[in-house]
């Protein structure tokens, strides 16, 4: 006991060039389809889409 392997180095993940653009809030939306009917709102909504990270997001109309 007390014995500290330290061979487990944290590995990071690849960080896309621009991406940190996206971690302060800055996302490049794109959108990828417009009217979509959402059941769950009953409502038209449009989906973005970030074109570096890839994160989606919905927009009411
Ligand atoms: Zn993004």
């Known amino acids: 006991m007390g014995d500290v ?3 487990a180095k944290k590995i990071k ?3 896309l ?3 940190t653009l996206c971690k302060r809030g800055f996302h490049r939306w794109e ?5 979509q009917f959402d059941v769950k709102q009953g ?6 889409k970030c074109t ?3 994160l ?3 927009e009411a109309r």
């Open 43 to 48: 409502q038209l909504i449009t989906v973005y």
């Open 5 to 7: 392997i330290p061979f």
């Open 52 to 54: 570096r990270c890839g």
């Open 31 to 35: 959108v990828i389809k417009d009217q």
């Open 17 to 19: 060039k621009g991406n």
């Open 13 to 15: 993940p690849p960080v």
């Open 56 to 58: 989606t997001k919905n």
